[in-house]
């Protein structure tokens, strides 16, 4: 039976100071409004599913984990989920269908916790038309099997969203099932080549201990024949991972590093039956298979890194899927890609604007935070050009469209990144290496071929053409690399840093410039440190005061509730936001504003009306909260380190207000204020010029062009679901171990350097065997899988340590 | 020497045996979600439950 238990310290209506948290979400409640079966939570929102949730005899919810839910405060606007029943947009989400039964996936990014699958999976009681649910925790996915003549793909989407697991709704997202059986063959090559390695060793060992020499030659033969049957399947099956790579590679007139690999796996397999066959010597099926079964393993592990990190550079995911368009006098939804120049487009509160349009009805408040990064919204009246990406705030507007959705500012901005694609892979220092390592090694074989064929020792010859292929392989070279970066990246991971690949760890590497986004990165966009001026306010006045900025959502409000702290929760009355100007309400028959000077009615002060907000009381003007935009925490100790060898910018969307109190830390030159996107990306774009590396740090879209531009671009965020185009996403608690990822880039590289030296010290003592046809094949297949494992195990061993050491403190933490 | 060529042969059956059910297990789709599953199987179950059959079959191919 589920366990409810009193969520508040004390109990309502004593006098104690006491925390409301909602039953839901765990949020702490404003007031007592919302209030059901002894339960209080903290919005409409909350409060509804869990009436849903009662109503279906679902509450085993709350007892899985405490406060499972996700808070629903300050979701916007009704979604429209009529658009899934669109027919293009249907067949992206419903990918099987079987009478009257329909497949539909879902990405559910507010699943966070068990109660969240037990619910979901719960979901057929909630409506009859829904049969199963399955989720895929890992990836957020859920697969529903509904009904069709019961239930539409919309209400399906709506009751996801009613239960407060919205639906994340995108025209691209479409389930990757090539993906899945593309891992499964991997997984299965890796199987199969991993049992014929074992199997093969195994068969090898008596030759290996009795010196080649069996007493038993039918005992020898069987061993051999054995060793070609289980090496088979691994030669055609699994090895083609790497014929194919290496043939494409090939056509296109370019030595990629599967061609030395394909080489090596084949000419040990043809030397193998050469052997069995022709001189009737034991072959190197171990070693063919072991190669074949390490390489793969290294491989598959570092795609399991990526896997976990879905990065999307595609404009559209941040737009809503389809609009309003309003058609002789009637309402439309239509997938955004059909909105055309002169369409009339109804834009609701919390609704972006898809494109450039000029406003035709309503009174705009556009919030323009995603382009600019000014959290205030901007005031415009009818006529007023209106640009893509801005979000309104407060009623509804209709507006006529200019541009198509192509050609508006963003993607402008977007698709000019598109031309100027960073330099990828190709030319990294690893492929090289592998590269050209794999030529010599090719060339010197050759070369000892020759060499032995015109001193006329045939047998002699073909060892020195086919040992040093095995010996020297280029898998503990590329193995290092491989473990290194995939470790790294595994661990970094692990502590909510997510890397694109593991060449964006070699980049960081190189990176002499760190440029920062002010808002939302180097300082908190919503729990700025706080002032008050004035009389000081008695704990009953902060409880009023508090109690009404708790029912706003701007970043003032947040950020005076955070400043009062704890207070008694009250109720408030004729609630009501004026855009641009304040709010107001009647706490405990009390009226109080919070807001500009004019809409408080106080003298206004000569300087600037920024990051001030007034209050009065009962009419009566009690002070003004003063918002500094502080560093975050942790911060200021990152400067300090970085500044001594890196240079340091900032390029802020705000205005200059902080400038002095960043002085400090920025040189007067490099600081840069009211940037639009435009301008962040042109900047960046000249330090490059000036050959500097750059590390670009951002928080939203706004950023989205200069991270892009940068060299290495990481997004600052706070939301597991935010997606945007960058090399890396960090949590935002991260921030503060930068130089420990500096640090920590730059260990992996010497680590990577280190196997390298130990592989060619290997490698070359083998060649020096190998080309006087001194080492007898055999010994070479045992040498190749023991560096092999004894790289792996150097360099997954050391970046295991490094990262310990470097990241100790949050060792502690978790 | 042939009890040796008998030990090979149950050897590499098992072995193979092994990889067989290694390549089912894959194929089922018991290696997409390692997670979920170890949840899923703590749930108590309800007697609405059977009323519905199972729709999820593993999905071939």
Same mark, same amino acid.
């Given at each position: 039976m589920p366990l409810y238990f009193w969520a508040c310290t004390g109990m309502p209506g004593t006098e104690t100071i006491h925390k409301l948290t909602c039953y839901h979400c765990g949020d702490s409640c404003?007031? !007592? !409004?919302?209030?059901?079966d002894d339960k209080y939570f903290c919005c409409f929102g909350c409060k509804t599913v869990y009436e849903i949730l009662s109503r279906n005899d679902l509450c085993d919810y709350y007892a899985i984990s405490d406060h499972p839910g996700v808070t629903q405060r300050g979701k916007a606007a009704v979604q429209k989920y009529t658009v899934l029943d669109i027919p293009t947009v249907r067949e992206k989400y419903v990918h099987f269908a079987e009478g009257d039964t329909a497949y539909a996936q879902f990405h559910l990014p507010a699943m966070h916790c068990s109660s969240c699958i037990w619910l979901l999976e719960h979901m057929h009681t909630l409506h009859p038309g829904i049969l199963q649910a399955r989720v895929d925790f890992p990836k957020k996915e859920i697969r529903i099997a509904f009904d069709i003549t019961q239930v539409q793909l919309s209400d399906v989407g709506a009751l996801l969203d009613a239960i407060g697991y919205e639906p994340y709704l995108r025209l691209d997202d479409t389930p990757q099932n090539p993906d899945k059986s593309q891992q499964r063959k991997t997984l299965i090559k890796i199987g199969i080549a991993g049992f014929a390695f074992g199997n093969c060793m195994m068969l090898a060992f008596p030759e290996y201990l009795a010196g080649g020499d069996i007493s038993d030659p039918h005992l020898q033969s069987l061993f051999r024949i054995l060793s070609l049957v289980l090496a088979l399947p691994v030669f055609i099956y699994s090895a083609n991972a790497f014929y194919i790579p290496a043939w494409k590679g090939l056509k296109k007139g370019y030595l990629n590093i599967d061609v030395p690999l394909a080489l090596a796996i084949i000419l040990t397999f043809g030397r193998s039956l050469y052997a069995i066959f022709i001189e009737h010597t034991a072959g190197y099926f171990d070693s063919m298979t072991g190669l074949v079964f390490f390489m793969l393993l290294g491989r598959y592990f570092q795609d399991l890194t990526y896997k976990t990190i879905s990065f999307d550079r595609d404009y559209r995911s941040y737009f809503p899927l389809a609009v309003s368009r309003i058609e002789a006098g009637k309402e439309m939804q239509v997938p955004l890609s059909d909105v055309q120049k002169g369409d009339m487009l109804l834009v609701r509160d919390?609704?972006?604007?898809p494109a450039d349009a000029l406003l035709v009805k309503g009174k705009g408040y556009i919030d323009y935070s995603f382009v600019t990064g000014e959290s205030e919204p901007v005031e415009k009246k009818i006529g007023e050009l209106l640009y893509a990406g801005g979000r309104q705030v407060g009623s509804t507007l209709e507006v006529s469209v200019l541009k198509e959705v192509s050609q508006s500012y963003l993607t402008q901005l977007w698709n000019n990144i598109d031309t100027g694609k960073k330099q990828e892979e190709h030319n990294s220092l690893l492929q090289l290496t592998g590269k050209y390592f794999a030529l010599a090694v090719l060339l010197i074989s050759c070369a000892a071929f020759a060499f032995w064929m015109i001193q006329g020792e045939t047998q002699t010859a073909l060892d020195a053409l086919i040992t040093p292929l095995i010996v020297a392989c280029p898998c503990a070279l590329l193995l290092s690399a491989t473990f290194t970066n995939g470790n790294a990246l595994r661990y970094l991971s692990r502590i909510g840093i997510f890397l694109k690949n593991a060449f964006v760890l070699e980049r960081i590497t190189q990176v002499d410039t760190v440029v920062f986004d002010k808002t939302g990165t180097l300082t908190q966009a919503n729990t700025s440190s706080t002032h008050f001026t004035g009389d000081s306010l008695q704990p009953y006045e902060k409880d009023l005061i508090a109690a009404l900025a708790m029912q706003s959502n701007h970043p003032y409000s947040k950020a005076i509730v955070q400043w009062i702290g704890e207070h008694v929760p009250l109720a408030v009355e004729k609630y009501q936001a004026i855009a641009g100007a304040g709010i107001e309400g009647m706490v405990e028959d009390i009226w109080i504003r919070i807001g500009s000077a004019e809409f408080i009615g106080a003298v206004r002060d000569d300087i600037s009306e920024r990051g001030r907000s007034y209050v009065s009381i009962a009419g009566k003007v009690r002070g003004i909260f003063h918002f500094n935009n502080a560093f975050r925490p942790g911060l200021e100790a990152l400067m300090e380190q970085l500044r001594n060898d890196k240079q340091l910018y900032i390029l802020s969307g705000d205005n200059n207000s902080d400038r002095s109190y960043f002085a400090r830390y920025f040189a007067q030159q490099n600081m840069f204020f009211e940037q639009s996107p435009h301008d962040k990306l042109k900047n960046i774009k000249y330090l490059q010029q000036r050959h500097h590396v750059v590390m670009m740090l951002g928080d939203g879209l706004n950023d989205a062009g200069a991270l892009q531009q940068s060299d290495v671009g990481i997004a600052v965020t706070q939301s597991t679901h935010f997606t945007p185009a960058s090399d890396v996403v960090m949590d935002v608690g991260r921030l503060p171990d930068l130089n420990a990822l500096f640090r920590f880039a730059k260990a992996g590289r010497r680590i990577i350097v280190a196997s390298f030296v130990i592989s060619i010290l290997y490698n070359t003592t083998g060649l020096f065997f190998a080309l006087q046809g001194a080492l007898s094949p055999v010994l070479a297949a045992i040498l190749m899988p023991l560096s092999t494992i004894s790289i792996v195990s150097f360099t997954t061993g050391m970046t295991t340590l490094a990262a310990r050491r470097l990241f100790a403190r949050q060792h502690m933490r978790e | 020497m042939s009890v040796i060529i008998l030990l090979i042969g149950a050897s590499v059956l098992v072995a193979g045996g092994f990889l067989f059910a290694f390549i089912w297990s894959v194929r089922s789709g018991q290696y997409e979600d390692d997670y979920t599953p170890s949840v899923r199987m703590l749930f108590d179950d309800e007697k609405a439950d059977t009323s519905k059959k199972s729709t999820f079959k593993t999905t071939k191919k």
């Amino acid at each position: 039976m589920p366990l409810y238990f009193w969520a508040c310290t004390g109990m309502p209506g004593t006098e104690t100071i006491h925390k409301l948290t909602c039953y839901h979400c765990g949020d702490s409640c404003p007031d !007592t !409004t919302f209030q059901l079966d002894d339960k209080y939570f903290c919005c409409f929102g909350c409060k509804t599913v869990y009436e849903i949730l009662s109503r279906n005899d679902l509450c085993d919810y709350y007892a899985i984990s405490d406060h499972p839910g996700v808070t629903q405060r300050g979701k916007a606007a009704v979604q429209k989920y009529t658009v899934l029943d669109i027919p293009t947009v249907r067949e992206k989400y419903v990918h099987f269908a079987e009478g009257d039964t329909a497949y539909a996936q879902f990405h559910l990014p507010a699943m966070h916790c068990s109660s969240c699958i037990w619910l979901l999976e719960h979901m057929h009681t909630l409506h009859p038309g829904i049969l199963q649910a399955r989720v895929d925790f890992p990836k957020k996915e859920i697969r529903i099997a509904f009904d069709i003549t019961q239930v539409q793909l919309s209400d399906v989407g709506a009751l996801l969203d009613a239960i407060g697991y919205e639906p994340y709704l995108r025209l691209d997202d479409t389930p990757q099932n090539p993906d899945k059986s593309q891992q499964r063959k991997t997984l299965i090559k890796i199987g199969i080549a991993g049992f014929a390695f074992g199997n093969c060793m195994m068969l090898a060992f008596p030759e290996y201990l009795a010196g080649g020499d069996i007493s038993d030659p039918h005992l020898q033969s069987l061993f051999r024949i054995l060793s070609l049957v289980l090496a088979l399947p691994v030669f055609i099956y699994s090895a083609n991972a790497f014929y194919i790579p290496a043939w494409k590679g090939l056509k296109k007139g370019y030595l990629n590093i599967d061609v030395p690999l394909a080489l090596a796996i084949i000419l040990t397999f043809g030397r193998s039956l050469y052997a069995i066959f022709i001189e009737h010597t034991a072959g190197y099926f171990d070693s063919m298979t072991g190669l074949v079964f390490f390489m793969l393993l290294g491989r598959y592990f570092q795609d399991l890194t990526y896997k976990t990190i879905s990065f999307d550079r595609d404009y559209r995911s941040y737009f809503p899927l389809a609009v309003s368009r309003i058609e002789a006098g009637k309402e439309m939804q239509v997938p955004l890609s059909d909105v055309q120049k002169g369409d009339m487009l109804l834009v609701r509160d919390g609704e972006l604007i898809p494109a450039d349009a000029l406003l035709v009805k309503g009174k705009g408040y556009i919030d323009y935070s995603f382009v600019t990064g000014e959290s205030e919204p901007v005031e415009k009246k009818i006529g007023e050009l209106l640009y893509a990406g801005g979000r309104q705030v407060g009623s509804t507007l209709e507006v006529s469209v200019l541009k198509e959705v192509s050609q508006s500012y963003l993607t402008q901005l977007w698709n000019n990144i598109d031309t100027g694609k960073k330099q990828e892979e190709h030319n990294s220092l690893l492929q090289l290496t592998g590269k050209y390592f794999a030529l010599a090694v090719l060339l010197i074989s050759c070369a000892a071929f020759a060499f032995w064929m015109i001193q006329g020792e045939t047998q002699t010859a073909l060892d020195a053409l086919i040992t040093p292929l095995i010996v020297a392989c280029p898998c503990a070279l590329l193995l290092s690399a491989t473990f290194t970066n995939g470790n790294a990246l595994r661990y970094l991971s692990r502590i909510g840093i997510f890397l694109k690949n593991a060449f964006v760890l070699e980049r960081i590497t190189q990176v002499d410039t760190v440029v920062f986004d002010k808002t939302g990165t180097l300082t908190q966009a919503n729990t700025s440190s706080t002032h008050f001026t004035g009389d000081s306010l008695q704990p009953y006045e902060k409880d009023l005061i508090a109690a009404l900025a708790m029912q706003s959502n701007h970043p003032y409000s947040k950020a005076i509730v955070q400043w009062i702290g704890e207070h008694v929760p009250l109720a408030v009355e004729k609630y009501q936001a004026i855009a641009g100007a304040g709010i107001e309400g009647m706490v405990e028959d009390i009226w109080i504003r919070i807001g500009s000077a004019e809409f408080i009615g106080a003298v206004r002060d000569d300087i600037s009306e920024r990051g001030r907000s007034y209050v009065s009381i009962a009419g009566k003007v009690r002070g003004i909260f003063h918002f500094n935009n502080a560093f975050r925490p942790g911060l200021e100790a990152l400067m300090e380190q970085l500044r001594n060898d890196k240079q340091l910018y900032i390029l802020s969307g705000d205005n200059n207000s902080d400038r002095s109190y960043f002085a400090r830390y920025f040189a007067q030159q490099n600081m840069f204020f009211e940037q639009s996107p435009h301008d962040k990306l042109k900047n960046i774009k000249y330090l490059q010029q000036r050959h500097h590396v750059v590390m670009m740090l951002g928080d939203g879209l706004n950023d989205a062009g200069a991270l892009q531009q940068s060299d290495v671009g990481i997004a600052v965020t706070q939301s597991t679901h935010f997606t945007p185009a960058s090399d890396v996403v960090m949590d935002v608690g991260r921030l503060p171990d930068l130089n420990a990822l500096f640090r920590f880039a730059k260990a992996g590289r010497r680590i990577i350097v280190a196997s390298f030296v130990i592989s060619i010290l290997y490698n070359t003592t083998g060649l020096f065997f190998a080309l006087q046809g001194a080492l007898s094949p055999v010994l070479a297949a045992i040498l190749m899988p023991l560096s092999t494992i004894s790289i792996v195990s150097f360099t997954t061993g050391m970046t295991t340590l490094a990262a310990r050491r470097l990241f100790a403190r949050q060792h502690m933490r978790e | 020497m042939s009890v040796i060529i008998l030990l090979i042969g149950a050897s590499v059956l098992v072995a193979g045996g092994f990889l067989f059910a290694f390549i089912w297990s894959v194929r089922s789709g018991q290696y997409e979600d390692d997670y979920t599953p170890s949840v899923r199987m703590l749930f108590d179950d309800e007697k609405a439950d059977t009323s519905k059959k199972s729709t999820f079959k593993t999905t071939k191919k």
